[in-house]
């Protein structure tokens, strides 16, 4: 007996986030359609796109099989999930109003509430001389290594973010 189709919903970003990630972890998921297929068995109507995006965001990667298929797998360590520069420079675009910098630190401003999106993104970006983040509401602090300085990372951040 199989299992009935459930009537069809639409999930938050994180919500389905979630899901693809339970889904990944409990089968082998060998391309987006198929992912898109098994979202829609779970009751969740995604596009391919919207899968595509998601994958990304996630850190999602390929990974070889035994017999040379391949899947997507999630590093299990959010140090080992790298954003990819596109990917920081759209939340940075997205979020990020206002950058300003003194010796060693940088101060980034969000809208309120939005701070850990940025400030997740910037950790998992593996930027040379960011030495952590932290993020309040709607600011996030940056420490730069000495020899990075601060400057000069603000000058990156605020060309990421269009300003």
Do not use: C
């Not at 509401?137 to 730069?144: M, Y």
């Amino acid at each position: 007996m199989t299992d009935p189709v459930k009537e069809p919903s639409k999930l938050g970003k994180t919500q389905r986030q979630h899901l693809i990630a339970k889904l990944i972890g409990s089968q082998v998921v060998a391309n987006q359609l198929a992912l898109v297929d098994l979202l829609a068995t779970e009751g969740v109507i995604a596009t391919q796109a919207t899968v595509s995006r998601d994958l990304e965001d996630m850190g999602a990667i390929k990974v070889r099989m035994p017999g040379s298929e391949s899947a997507y797998a999630i590093p299990a360590l959010p140090k080992e999930q790298r954003a990819p520069e596109d990917h920081l420079r759209r939340v940075f675009g997205d979020w990020v109003v206002e950058v300003a910098h003194s010796d060693n630190l940088v101060i980034i401003r969000t809208p309120p509430g939005s701070a850990h999106v940025v400030a997740s993104a910037l950790d998992r970006s593996g930027l040379i001389g960011v030495l952590g983040t932290v993020a309040g509401d709607d600011t996030i602090l940056i420490v730069v290594a000495s020899d990075v300085g601060g400057e000069s990372i603000a000058t990156q951040l605020s060309d990421l973010a269009g300003l």
